[in-house]
């Protein structure tokens, strides 16, 4: 009986490796969806780059995660729906390129008019595909919640655009307005390389932070006083000794009495004559 030779095993992926292959799978769909979620492009590039650069710094922790592309996917959507972003005004100024086709821009313009919230468990649901406790999940609500979220955006829409009150065909309609779009994004090796520059920098910051505290802090020690010092107590009235008053002006008896006195002064420091007998 001859013996079957055994399969090789299979070569284990390097961070870098697996990283990249996560970055292909997802980011081409992730920036789409994005799009649909704040409809703008440069922001929806920006985000899932910014989910990815983070993602490569705390890689032993996303390489075990039970799903590494919902862990970006969270991040992409938390950084798209940052409130902070309206202080941006060169990203307000700078206008949107329409969509081609009609019914893409009603679409859009309806999924825009809704609160981020309800877009995103909408989006989560009806988009991604998610299930109901999966888009809670993601979204940090309670299952209560998201479902309220999608119904309210299901009607909205519906009320907007009946066509879509089916929402089997809500569904086809947002992966094919997903589709339409093709946002070019940067290579994983431009990202990875940006995520460690970004994290180099952070760390900079934080030890140069922590060197200026550490410095005021001594300062602060050294100039500091080492006892308790009371307050002055302000002053107050002793009985019997009478107020101090301004001088006014002088009687006739004492300005003449000051022009003799001035005059019996002798040169140098001044001093009265003595009188001679």
């Given at each position: 009986m001859t013996s079957t030779p055994a399969s090789p095993l299979p070569l284990e992926l390097t961070p870098a490796q697996a990283f990249d292959a996560l970055y292909a799978f997802c980011a081409p769909a992730l920036v789409r969806q994005t799009f649909l979620l704040t409809g703008r492009r440069e922001l929806a590039r920006e985000s899932v780059e910014r989910a990815f650069q983070l993602a490569w710094q705390r890689w032993p922790e996303v390489a075990v995660d039970r799903d590494p592309a919902g862990w970006v996917r969270a991040t992409a959507y938390e950084y798209a729906l940052s409130p902070w972003h309206r202080f941006r005004p060169g990203l307000r100024r700078r206008p949107e390129p329409p969509l081609v086709d009609r019914r893409d821009r009603e679409l859009m313009h309806v999924l825009m008019e809704l609160p981020p919230s309800y877009r995103r468990a909408l989006l989560l649901y009806d988009g991604v595909g998610l299930d109901l406790p999966e888009t809670a999940a993601e979204a940090e609500a309670s299952t209560p919640a998201a479902a309220h979220r999608l119904l309210h955006a299901r009607e909205a829409i519906a009320a907007r655009l009946p066509e879509?009150?089916?929402?089997?065909?809500?569904?086809?309609?947002?992966?094919?307005?997903?589709?339409?779009?093709?946002?070019?994004?940067?290579?994983?090796?431009?990202?990875?390389?940006?995520?460690?520059?970004?994290?180099?920098?952070?760390?900079?910051?934080?030890?140069?932070?922590?060197?200026?505290?550490?410095?005021?802090?001594?300062?602060?020690?050294?100039?500091?006083?080492?006892?308790?010092?009371?307050?002055?107590?302000?002053?107050?009235?002793?009985?019997?000794?009478?107020?101090?008053?301004?001088?006014?002006?002088?009687?006739?008896?004492?300005?003449?009495?000051?022009a003799k006195l001035r005059g019996a002064t002798a040169h140098g420091p001044e001093r009265l004559v003595p009188l001679t007998q």
């Open positions: 879509l009150a089916d929402p089997a065909e809500l569904n086809r309609r947002l992966v094919e307005l997903a589709s339409t779009e093709r946002q070019p994004a940067p290579g994983p090796p431009t990202v990875r390389s940006r995520g460690e520059r970004s994290a180099r920098f952070w760390t900079r910051a934080a030890i140069a932070f922590t060197t200026a505290l550490i410095g005021t802090t001594a300062l602060a020690l050294r100039t500091a006083p080492t006892h308790y010092e009371p307050p002055v107590p302000p002053g107050s009235t002793v009985r019997g000794v009478p107020p101090r008053v301004a001088l006014g002006a002088l009687s006739q008896g004492e300005v003449q009495l000051r």
